[in-house]
């Protein structure tokens, strides 16, 4: 009789959050909320990154009804990407940024856009992996953009990328 012994890293299938809370003042603009790209090494410096990742869904809340779009390459300005909240820099094949500023909606591509109501009636889970069944492509950023529909209201978001070691 054979035995296999695996690493159990090798059959994990990681969850990356990352949320922003309370961005107040969205206009009726398109602003970056959270954005993910892969790391250029990993597992090991030297090694390019293979890991498959895709997204995973995206929850949001808000005061008013606004439009949302999931962006890939979408130019943006003041991002500062590191690690993911919450997690170890070695557990991960990702980085997200949660400070860019504002986003061109006229460079990358549109992958998904939804609406989310506003108040009491907002549910999460707006966009899950079952809409969102595809790979994240090497060396592009994918990102998380909202605006409101009329006037400005104040939003918290969280969105979940799928590592697949």
């Known amino acids: 009789m054979m035995y296999l012994q695996m690493n159990v890293l090798d059959l994990l299938k990681l969850l990356q959050p990352e949320r922003k809370i309370n ?6 603009s398109f602003i970056p909320t959270v ?34 779009e999931i962006r890939i390459g979408s130019s943006l300005v003041g991002a500062s990407f590191g690690t993911p909240t919450n997690t170890q820099a070695s557990q991960t094949a990702l980085e ?3 400070s860019a ?9 549109l992958i998904f856009s939804g609406l989310a109501s506003g108040g009491a009636r907002n549910g999460n889970a707006l966009a899950t992996s079952n809409q969102l069944s595809m790979e994240l492509p090497d060396n592009s950023i994918i990102t998380l953009a ?6 400005n209201t104040t939003v918290s978001v969280v969105m979940r990328m799928k590592e697949e070691w």
């Not at 961005?23 to 009726?28: A, D, E, K, L, R």
């Not at 954005?35 to 250029?40: G, T, V």
């Not at 909202?146 to 006037?151: H, R, Y």
């Open 23 to 28: 961005i107040s003042s969205v206009g009726t």
């Open 35 to 68: 954005s993910f790209r892969r790391k250029a090494n990993f597992p090991v410096s030297g090694r390019a990154n293979s890991i498959s990742v895709k997204v995973e869904g995206v929850d949001i809340v808000t005061t008013s009804d606004l439009i949302y």
């Open 96 to 98: 997200s940024d949660t």
């Open 101 to 109: 500023t504002t986003i061109n909606t006229s460079t990358g591509n």
């Open 146 to 151: 909202v605006a409101a529909l009329s006037g």
